[in-house]
């Protein structure tokens, strides 16, 4: 159980072009989906908390007009990085959480853009 | 601010040998911990959590021990296996937030 899905797993695309990464929960409810970022052999970074139907919250320093996020519903979140830079290229990964339980992991996004 | 940290970014192992990893916390509100395990180029894995009121929690070859006291959390993984490195993440969760404060990690090696 607690299975949580990304797609796709590796993105390649070229300076300028926006790209959807998809997190969806497989076997649960996520009340609340998180996005990080991690650099190479570093911790992750807390990008923004998704509560279902509401608004992100995005953490400080984290561009909310260029990380478009959305949680549409209990069991999918989207990240839309758009007009991508070079500097946006990084593994991204999600969490969901149902209330009061751990949060699983996806198993990341490696997105390189040109 | 408040933080997560870890007191060695590298570990090596014997296999077979047991292993401590061990997390320093600074939040003393901080009710529910969480080790994470992260292979490379893989998103983190749930390995064991324990919340405040527990001081040890045993999971399969896994044992978690928390000293409130002095805000230490350990990860013992007992008879080491090739599979069993990667990158060794604890998290801290302080009541009423939502989101996870990670420390950076410890790298978990085993020699053969």
């Known amino acids: 159980g607690a299975v949580v899905s990304q797609h796709p797993s590796r993105v390649i695309c070229k300076s300028g072009t926006s790209v959807k990464i998809e997190c969806r929960s497989l076997d649960f409810q996520a009340t609340t989906m998180f996005w990080y970022r991690q650099f190479p052999k570093k911790s992750l970074m807390l990008m923004a908390t998704s509560n279902e139907g509401s608004k992100a919250t995005y953490e400080q320093g984290v561009e909310k007009d260029k990380f478009l996020i959305n949680h549409a519903s209990l069991t999918l979140s989207t990240l839309t990085v758009t007009s991508a830079h070079p500097e946006d290229s990084s593994f991204y990964i999600c969490?969901?959480?149902?209330?009061?339980?751990?949060?699983?992991f996806g198993p990341g996004t490696r997105l390189l853009v040109l | 601010g408040e933080s997560v940290g870890l007191h060695l970014p590298t570990l090596s192992v014997q296999e077979g040998d047991n292993s401590i990893i061990n997390c320093a916390y600074s939040n003393s509100a901080s009710d529910y911990f969480i080790w994470y395990k992260q292979e490379s180029g893989k998103g983190p894995q749930f390995i064991i959590d324990?919340?405040?009121?527990?001081d040890k929690r045993q999971g399969q070859r896994v044992t978690v021990l928390l000293n409130k006291t002095v805000k230490h959390l350990s990860l013992q993984i007992a008879a080491t296996q090739p599979g069993d490195s990667a990158v060794y993440f604890c998290a801290e969760i302080y009541q009423g937030a939502q989101k996870l404060v990670f420390g950076q990690g410890t790298r978990l090696t085993i020699n053969p």
């Open positions: 324990i919340r405040s009121n527990m």
């Open positions: 969490s969901a959480r149902e209330k009061d339980a751990p949060q699983y």
